[in-house]
């Protein structure tokens, strides 16, 4: 079982940045491949960024790259989004998740979730 807790959201003037965080319970983070998602009212969850569960393989969706940057700290049972450069196209619940099955961009790939942090940008 692993529990996640997001933090980091909040509201933010376009083009302004933000470093969200989540934290993972238990021992076994460094066996999971994690994914940084977002859910917009009324869209579906999509996926923004997803880390190996090494670190050593990095996947973005399009409209991150080059904004967005995801990393991990395995001693640390936390995976990080920075984010820059926001639009108010990225207002969404961002979600974090933790998989077995390595990395993925489909939300079904994945076991837990956390309860999601709130991004809000301001145009």
């Known amino acids: 079982q692993v529990q996640l807790v997001e933090s980091g959201g909040g509201l933010v003037q376009a083009g302004g940045s933000l470093r969200l965080s989540c934290a993972a319970s238990g021992r076994t983070f460094s066996v999971y491949a994690m994914g940084w998602f977002r859910q917009a009212p009324g869209k579906e969850r999509e996926v923004v960024a997803a880390i190996s569960a090494g670190g050593g393989l990095i996947n973005y969706a399009d409209s991150a790259k080059g904004r967005f940057t995801i990393s991990r700290d395995n001693a640390k049972n936390t995976v990080y989004l920075q984010v820059n450069s926001l639009k108010p196209e990225d207002t969404a619940v961002y979600y974090c998740?933790?998989?077995?099955?390595?990395?993925?961009?489909?939300?079904?790939?994945?076991?837990?979730w956390g309860q999601g942090t709130q991004v809000t940008v301001s145009s």
């Open positions: 998740a933790a998989g077995r099955s390595g990395i993925s961009r489909q939300p079904g790939e994945y076991d837990y």
